[in-house]
């Protein structure tokens, strides 16, 4: 089976930088995953890292460390519309994802 | 960016009739599809993953009789739940990975059950 942890809840500022983190055991991995996903909607994907190191997208990044199971998305610059839930999300052997429980990040003003 | 659609966004029903949901990609093929649910305040729970022209991989703890799936276009996937209950009352949510087997997945905008 495959298990993830991540932080419930995570706060920062406007214009803080925040590091979400995911934790993983899995019985076959290809990938983690992040995706956001706001009030009432779906999920919209964020990165992907199949390989160690950092993979950078505009004000979000992604890291990956297979061999400590771990992984974090780092967001800069927060502003106000990057309140959300936050998922990280492991591909299994089909590709189908398994998800982490969310990290509900609050941004203040 | 790859667009995929559900229909219908929202449907109420009575407690034992059925609901169908479908989910389309609009501008790619998509050989594998995923319906997930969510309950509120909870992360998305792997229903099943429907491969176009054969039968959809169930797990574990999910009722294949019950939650009725049909793949049968590579743009097109349906869920059927049968004999709606109150408790089946949640967030439907498909995904659809493209042919080309890069490995994002992307996201239908979900249908909102509730069963009365």
């Known amino acids: 089976g495959q298990s993830l942890e991540q932080p419930s809840e995570v706060t920062a500022v406007e214009g803080a930088i925040v590091q979400i983190n995911c934790t993983y055991q899995?019985?076959?991995?290809?990938?983690l995953s992040w995706y956001q996903q706001h009030d009432g909607g779906a999920p919209t994907f964020l990165s992907y890292n199949a390989l160690d190191g950092l993979e950078e997208t505009g004000r979000f990044s992604s890291f990956l460390s297979r061999s400590d199971s771990y992984g974090y998305l780092l967001l800069q610059e927060l502003q106000m519309k990057d309140s959300a839930s936050y998922f990280c999300?492991?591909?299994?052997?089909?590709?189908?994802?398994?998800f982490g429980s969310g990290t509900q990040l609050t941004v203040l003003p | 960016g790859a667009v995929v659609s559900q229909h219908p966004s929202r449907v109420i029903c009575k407690s034992g009739t059925s609901v169908k949901i479908e989910c389309r990609s609009l501008d790619f093929q998509a050989t594998t599809m995923f319906w997930y649910r969510q309950f509120p305040k909870q992360s998305l729970m792997l229903m099943a993953t429907s491969n176009e022209g054969s039968k959809a991989t169930y797990e574990q703890g999910v009722e294949k009789d019950k939650f009725l799936i049909n793949h049968a276009s590579l743009t097109l996937s349906t869920l059927t739940v049968t004999s709606a209950h109150p408790e089946d009352s949640s967030f439907y949510i498909c995904s659809a990975r493209d042919r080309t087997g890069r490995e994002t997945q992307y996201f239908g905008p979900g249908t909102r059950l509730l069963v009365l």
């Open positions: 899995t019985s076959g991995f290809y990938g």
């Open positions: 999300a492991v591909s299994g052997s089909a590709r189908q994802l398994t």
